[in-house]
């Protein structure tokens, strides 16, 4: 049997390729009371994704960070699989979350609602939080490949049971900035010496 080793390369590698394999296998292979208590976690979970005074929009199903990311440590790439290689970092498809969901969480609220769009399917409409205006190029690859942890720009998302923008202010020649304004932008090119040429953002 020849041995191919995997393309580490891409976002689909080794650890998260497996990842549902392992988590399906986890859930099969855990006691009773792991299992239920695990559940529970779930539904607290769903609770908190759909509480009205946790900053960040209520989205069509409630789908935590803190539990997938968080305690159940699926990588960021496993489900934004653009970001290290282009331009977007994309939210994943219906057929991503039923590659684990198929087999497990079906008496989950949230899992459900997920079901009904894969059985009619329907992409799922997901609140958009971080957007620039058109006139601003923007590579996820190019900042991933210069080794910036998503959370230096989203902050701590493995805990958020809901996502938000995470405020953040700088101060570019005495004038303040936030985050996604032109000035928090070039805040960090300069302080990690990457171009500040108005063509290098700009179309
Ligand atoms: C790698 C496996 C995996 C993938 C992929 C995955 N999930 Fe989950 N999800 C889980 C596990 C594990 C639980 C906890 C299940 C339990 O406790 O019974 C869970 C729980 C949930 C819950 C209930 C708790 C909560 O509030 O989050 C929802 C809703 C959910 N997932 C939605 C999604 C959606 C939407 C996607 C796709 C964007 C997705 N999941 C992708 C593993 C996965
Ligand atoms: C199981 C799949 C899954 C995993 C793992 C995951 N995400 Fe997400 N992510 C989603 C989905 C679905 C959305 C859209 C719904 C929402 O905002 O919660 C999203 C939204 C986001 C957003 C907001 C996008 C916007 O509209 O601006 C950011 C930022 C983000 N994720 C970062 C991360 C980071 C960082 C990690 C790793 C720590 C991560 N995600 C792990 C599925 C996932
Ligand atoms: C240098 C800062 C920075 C880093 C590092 C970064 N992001 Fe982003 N992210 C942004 C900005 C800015 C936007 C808004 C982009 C736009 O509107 O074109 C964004 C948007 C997003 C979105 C919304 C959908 C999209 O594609 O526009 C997701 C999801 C996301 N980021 C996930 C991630 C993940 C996962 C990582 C780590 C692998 C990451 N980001 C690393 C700055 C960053
Ligand atoms: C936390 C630091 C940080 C932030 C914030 C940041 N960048 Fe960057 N950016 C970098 C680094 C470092 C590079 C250099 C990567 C390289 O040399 O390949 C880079 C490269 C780029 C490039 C590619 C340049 C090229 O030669 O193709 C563009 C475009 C860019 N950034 C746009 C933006 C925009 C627009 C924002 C704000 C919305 C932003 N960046 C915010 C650190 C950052
Ligand atoms: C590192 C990335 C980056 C560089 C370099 C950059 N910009 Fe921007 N610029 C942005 C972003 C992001 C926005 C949108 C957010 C905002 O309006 O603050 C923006 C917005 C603008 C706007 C529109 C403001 C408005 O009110 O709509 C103008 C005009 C502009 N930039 C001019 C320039 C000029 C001139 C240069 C060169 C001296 C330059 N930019 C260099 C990222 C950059």
Known sequence: MSWRPLDL????????????LLVALAMVALPQWALAQSSEAAKEAQRL????????PDQPIPFSHALHAGTYKIECLYCHSGTDRSRVAG???????????????????GVQIL?????????????????LPEHVKFRHNRHVAAGLDCQTCHGPVQEMHKVHL?????????????KLEMGWCIHCHEAKKASIDCLTCHY
Do not use: T
Not at 9 to 20: H, M, Q, T, W
């Open 9 to 20: 390369a891409r976002p689909a590698s080794a650890a998260f390729r497996v990842a549902p």
């Open 49 to 56: 994704a759909w509480d009205p005074d946790l900053p960040g």
């Open 91 to 109: 939210v994943p498809s219906v057929q991503n979350c039923m590659g684990c969901h198929s087999q497990f969480g079906q008496d989950l609220e």
């Open 115 to 131: 079901k009904k769009y894969w059985d009619e399917q329907k992409p799922i409409e997901w609140i958009q939080i971080h957007r």
């Open 166 to 178: 995470v405020p953040e202010r700088v101060w570019v020649n005495g004038m303040p900035a936030q």
